[in-house]
Structure formats: structure tokens, C-alpha cells
């Protein structure tokens, strides 16, 4: 029988702040920043002690990602809109008419199309079924992220 386990991020406090551009949207194509939580929902067949997965296990890996995206500008490195150019010390970024030039040491490149709370999910996702092992009774894993309370994208992949 299947159960699931999940973790809010804001009560967990599994939280980042981040700045970002959204070139394809007129509003969010200023360079603004979110206070983002990340949410987990994890559905399986518990083990023979009761348990799904070990909470402290996930929120460990939810944490880590949170903190390598932590006070940094997400810049997406698989744009279709901007020009992204690097070099040893900036990351200049060309979309529609404006140009931002930001010390590379500010920013991360992330292998996405869009900084999107959609994208982002995505992204987390990935991390996490990559990080995790001994998924053998796991069904599925579905990733929230809010750009602030009660607004938010979510993604769910099965294992």
C-alpha cells in the first residue's frame, strides 16, 4: 500500500533568496529577486520498519541545493532569448533591448531554459533523484517551489 512523507519548505525552513530575470515576460524581465521554499512529496511502499524515506536524509539535500542557489543571480544557461557571454571575472547577458553585466562570482548558471518557478522545480528534481539512493520502494517525487508564500510551480516525476 502506498503512503507518502512530505516537507514544507517554509515551515522547515528550506528556504533561498535569489535574484533573476524572466526576459519573456515584460514585468519579470527586470532583475528582481523571491524568499523561495522548497517543498517535497515522496510517495512509496514503506519499508519493514514503517518508513518511506528518512526525513532527515531529504531535508539534508533540500538544504544543500537551497544553499548553493542562496544570494546568488540565477542565470539560465540554456536561454533561447538571452546572449549569455563569459569571461574569467563577468557574465554579460544581452535579451530583448537591455544588457547586464554582473561579476561572475554573483551569479549561478543553471542548466535551464528559463529561471521560472516551473524551470526551477525542474531543476530541483533532477538534483534530488540524482542525489538519492535506495529509491527501490519509492513511487514518485514531486518538487514545489514558491516565489513567495502561496505562490508557486510544481513538478512530479515518477522513480
Given at each position: 500500500?502506498?503512503?507518502?512523507?512530505?516537507?514544507?519548505?517554509?515551515?522547515?525552513?528550506?528556504?533561498?533568496?535569489?535574484?533573476?530575470?524572466?526576459?519573456?515576460?515584460?514585468?519579470?524581465?527586470?532583475?528582481?529577486?523571491h524568499t523561495y521554499a522548497i517543498h517535497i512529496k515522496i510517495t512509496g511502499n514503506p519499508d519493514n520498519k514503517g518508513?518511506?524515506?528518512?526525513?532527515?536524509?531529504?531535508?539534508?539535500?533540500?538544504?544543500?541545493?537551497?544553499?548553493?542557489?542562496?544570494?546568488?543571480?540565477?542565470?539560465?544557461?540554456?536561454?533561447?532569448?538571452?546572449?549569455?557571454?563569459?569571461?574569467?571575472?563577468?557574465?554579460?547577458?544581452?535579451?530583448?533591448?537591455?544588457?547586464?553585466?554582473?561579476?561572475?562570482?554573483?551569479?549561478?548558471?543553471?542548466?535551464?531554459?528559463?529561471?521560472?518557478?516551473?524551470?526551477?522545480?525542474?531543476?530541483?528534481?533532477?538534483?534530488?533523484?540524482?542525489?538519492?539512493?535506495?529509491?527501490?520502494?519509492?513511487?514518485?517525487?514531486?518538487?514545489?517551489?514558491?516565489?513567495?508564500?502561496?505562490?508557486?510551480?510544481?513538478?512530479?516525476?515518477?522513480?
Amino acid at each position: 500500500m502506498s503512503s507518502c512523507v512530505t516537507i514544507d519548505g517554509w515551515r522547515s525552513n528550506i528556504r533561498f533568496s535569489s535574484a533573476h530575470i524572466i526576459h519573456e515576460y515584460e514585468k519579470c524581465g527586470r532583475l528582481h529577486g523571491h524568499t523561495y521554499a522548497i517543498h517535497i512529496k515522496i510517495t512509496g511502499n514503506p519499508d519493514n520498519k514503517g518508513i518511506i524515506f528518512d526525513f532527515s536524509i531529504i531535508k539534508d539535500i533540500l538544504r544543500e541545493i537551497a544553499n548553493r542557489l542562496d544570494h546568488y543571480i540565477l542565470i539560465p544557461e540554456h536561454s533561447r532569448i538571452a546572449n549569455i557571454k563569459k569571461n574569467k571575472s563577468n557574465i554579460t547577458i544581452k535579451a530583448m533591448d537591455k544588457e547586464y553585466k554582473f561579476p561572475k562570482k554573483d551569479c549561478i548558471l543553471l542548466p535551464i531554459e528559463s529561471t521560472s518557478a516551473e524551470n526551477l522545480a525542474s531543476y530541483i528534481l533532477d538534483e534530488v533523484v540524482n542525489k538519492l539512493k535506495n529509491t527501490n520502494n519509492l513511487e514518485s517525487i514531486e518538487i514545489g517551489i514558491d516565489e513567495g508564500y502561496g505562490q508557486g510551480a510544481k513538478i512530479k516525476k515518477n522513480i
